[in-house]
Protein backbone atom coordinates (compact mmCIF):
# COMPACT_ATOMS: atom_id res chain seq x y z
CA UNK A 1 0.00 0.00 0.00
CA UNK A 2 1.48 3.35 -0.74
CA UNK A 3 1.03 6.56 2.00
CA UNK A 4 -0.54 9.16 2.26
CA UNK A 5 -0.53 11.83 -0.12
CA UNK A 6 -1.61 15.21 0.34
CA UNK A 7 -2.02 17.37 -2.50
CA UNK A 8 -2.82 21.11 -2.67
CA UNK A 9 -4.80 21.92 -5.46
CA UNK A 10 -5.08 25.76 -6.97
CA UNK A 11 -7.74 27.37 -8.71
CA UNK A 12 -5.47 30.60 -9.84
CA UNK A 13 -7.60 34.66 -9.89
CA UNK A 14 -6.17 37.53 -9.27
CA UNK A 15 -8.84 38.31 -7.31
CA UNK A 16 -9.61 35.27 -5.79
CA UNK A 17 -7.30 32.41 -5.83
CA UNK A 18 -9.21 29.22 -4.67
CA UNK A 19 -7.11 26.79 -2.55
CA UNK A 20 -7.80 22.39 -1.34
CA UNK A 21 -5.99 20.44 0.45
CA UNK A 22 -6.68 16.60 0.06
CA UNK A 23 -4.95 13.48 1.42
CA UNK A 24 -4.91 10.43 -1.34
CA UNK A 25 -4.64 7.15 -0.12
CA UNK A 26 -4.85 4.53 -3.22
CA UNK A 27 -8.07 4.88 -4.21
CA UNK A 28 -9.79 6.92 -1.17
CA UNK A 29 -9.57 10.92 -0.91
CA UNK A 30 -9.87 12.89 2.50
CA UNK A 31 -10.87 16.50 2.80
CA UNK A 32 -8.04 18.61 4.79
CA UNK A 33 -8.97 21.97 4.31
CA UNK A 34 -9.96 25.00 1.55
CA UNK A 35 -10.90 28.55 1.21
CA UNK A 36 -9.26 31.36 -0.89
CA UNK A 37 -6.30 33.76 -0.88
CA UNK A 38 -8.06 37.52 -1.74
CA UNK A 39 -6.25 40.40 -3.32
CA UNK A 40 -7.06 44.16 -2.85
CA UNK A 41 -8.74 45.15 -6.10
CA UNK A 42 -7.92 48.88 -4.85
CA UNK A 43 -4.24 48.47 -5.03
CA UNK A 44 -1.84 47.66 -7.58
CA UNK A 45 -0.83 44.96 -9.66
CA UNK A 46 2.31 44.39 -7.95
CA UNK A 47 0.91 44.52 -4.56
CA UNK A 48 -2.17 42.39 -5.49
CA UNK A 49 -0.04 39.74 -6.73
CA UNK A 50 2.19 40.00 -3.38
CA UNK A 51 -0.85 39.82 -1.43
CA UNK A 52 -1.36 36.51 -3.30
CA UNK A 53 2.29 35.30 -3.04
CA UNK A 54 2.22 35.76 0.58
CA UNK A 55 -1.04 33.97 1.29
CA UNK A 56 0.13 30.61 -0.70
CA UNK A 57 2.89 30.59 1.03
CA UNK A 58 1.39 30.52 4.48
CA UNK A 59 -1.00 27.43 2.70
CA UNK A 60 1.99 25.71 1.90
CA UNK A 61 3.49 26.39 4.89
CA UNK A 62 0.65 25.57 7.34
CA UNK A 63 -0.60 22.17 5.32
CA UNK A 64 2.78 20.91 3.93
CA UNK A 65 1.68 19.37 0.58
CA UNK A 66 3.27 16.78 -0.98
CA UNK A 67 2.04 17.50 -4.36
CA UNK A 68 0.85 20.73 -5.84
CA UNK A 69 -1.60 20.75 -8.90
CA UNK A 70 -2.95 24.24 -10.41
CA UNK A 71 -5.45 24.67 -12.80
CA UNK A 72 -4.10 25.93 -16.60
CA UNK A 73 -5.47 29.28 -17.41
CA UNK A 74 -9.05 29.16 -19.15
CA UNK A 75 -8.51 31.74 -21.97
CA UNK A 76 -10.14 34.78 -22.20
CA UNK A 77 -11.55 36.92 -24.71
CA UNK A 78 -10.54 39.64 -22.91
CA UNK A 79 -6.54 40.13 -23.57
CA UNK A 80 -6.23 42.59 -20.57
CA UNK A 81 -7.86 40.28 -18.47
CA UNK A 82 -6.01 37.04 -19.76
CA UNK A 83 -2.75 38.75 -19.18
CA UNK A 84 -3.69 39.25 -15.15
CA UNK A 85 -5.15 36.16 -14.80
CA UNK A 86 -1.68 34.98 -16.68
CA UNK A 87 0.42 36.67 -13.82
CA UNK A 88 -1.69 35.30 -10.39
CA UNK A 89 -1.59 31.70 -12.01
CA UNK A 90 2.25 32.46 -12.15
CA UNK A 91 2.19 33.25 -8.28
CA UNK A 92 0.31 29.84 -8.16
CA UNK A 93 3.22 28.14 -10.07
CA UNK A 94 6.31 30.23 -8.48
CA UNK A 95 5.28 29.34 -4.73
CA UNK A 96 5.06 25.66 -4.62
CA UNK A 97 8.06 25.51 -6.83
CA UNK A 98 10.15 27.99 -4.24
CA UNK A 99 9.38 25.16 -1.73
CA UNK A 100 10.82 22.36 -3.56
CA UNK A 101 7.76 20.71 -4.37
CA UNK A 102 6.29 19.28 -7.40
CA UNK A 103 3.71 21.56 -9.48
CA UNK A 104 1.29 19.59 -12.11
CA UNK A 105 -0.81 21.38 -14.47
CA UNK A 106 -4.45 20.71 -15.88
CA UNK A 107 -6.93 22.12 -18.35
CA UNK A 108 -9.55 22.83 -17.05
CA UNK A 109 -11.80 20.75 -19.11
CA UNK A 110 -9.93 17.66 -18.24
CA UNK A 111 -10.57 18.85 -14.03
CA UNK A 112 -14.20 18.75 -15.17
CA UNK A 113 -14.51 15.96 -16.59
CA UNK A 114 -12.17 13.67 -14.08
CA UNK A 115 -14.86 14.93 -10.86
CA UNK A 116 -17.99 15.02 -12.63
CA UNK A 117 -17.68 13.51 -16.05
CA UNK A 118 -18.31 16.26 -18.54
CA UNK A 119 -16.10 18.33 -19.49
CA UNK A 120 -17.91 21.24 -20.09
CA UNK A 121 -19.39 20.94 -16.25
CA UNK A 122 -20.98 24.16 -14.62
CA UNK A 123 -19.80 25.44 -11.28
CA UNK A 124 -22.72 24.12 -9.76
CA UNK A 125 -22.31 21.04 -10.96
CA UNK A 126 -18.62 20.97 -9.86
CA UNK A 127 -19.61 21.88 -6.24
CA UNK A 128 -22.63 19.02 -5.92
CA UNK A 129 -19.87 16.46 -7.09
CA UNK A 130 -17.23 18.08 -4.55
CA UNK A 131 -19.93 17.48 -1.83
CA UNK A 132 -20.22 13.72 -2.88
CA UNK A 133 -16.60 12.71 -3.16
CA UNK A 134 -15.56 14.93 -0.54
CA UNK A 135 -18.16 14.65 2.15
CA UNK A 136 -16.70 16.75 5.10
CA UNK A 137 -15.91 19.75 2.82
CA UNK A 138 -17.01 22.91 3.28
CA UNK A 139 -16.91 25.09 0.33
CA UNK A 140 -17.81 28.41 1.15
CA UNK A 141 -17.32 29.75 -2.72
CA UNK A 142 -17.15 27.88 -6.36
CA UNK A 143 -13.68 28.85 -5.89
CA UNK A 144 -12.18 26.80 -3.04
CA UNK A 145 -15.20 23.63 -5.06
CA UNK A 146 -12.52 24.39 -8.05
CA UNK A 147 -9.27 23.84 -6.15
CA UNK A 148 -10.48 21.00 -4.32
CA UNK A 149 -11.21 19.55 -8.23
CA UNK A 150 -7.96 20.47 -9.24
CA UNK A 151 -6.58 18.75 -6.62
CA UNK A 152 -8.88 15.81 -6.92
CA UNK A 153 -8.30 15.62 -10.77
CA UNK A 154 -4.41 15.28 -9.54
CA UNK A 155 -4.90 12.34 -7.17
CA UNK A 156 -6.78 10.55 -9.97
CA UNK A 157 -4.26 10.99 -12.50
CA UNK A 158 -0.84 11.04 -10.51
CA UNK A 159 0.03 7.67 -11.16
CA UNK A 160 -0.47 7.65 -14.40
CA UNK A 161 2.04 11.05 -14.97
CA UNK A 162 4.37 9.40 -13.05
CA UNK A 163 4.29 5.99 -15.28
CA UNK A 164 5.02 8.27 -18.68
CA UNK A 165 7.59 10.31 -16.42
CA UNK A 166 9.47 6.94 -15.78
CA UNK A 167 8.79 5.54 -19.43
CA UNK A 168 10.38 8.37 -20.84
CA UNK A 169 13.48 8.37 -18.72
CA UNK A 170 14.11 4.93 -18.89
Same mark, same amino acid.
Given at each position: *???????????????????????????????????????????????????????????????????????????????????????????????????????????????????????????????? *??????????????????????????????? *??????? *????
Amino acid at each position: *MNPPIRILGIDPGLRKTGWGVVVSEGSKLGFVACGCVESDGALPLSERLRQLHDGLSRIVSSFSPDEVAVEETFVNRDPQSALKLGQARGVALVVPALAGLSVAEYAANLVKKTVVGVGHADKKQVQM *MIRVLLPKAETKSADAADALAVAICHAQHRG *MRALVAQ *MRAG
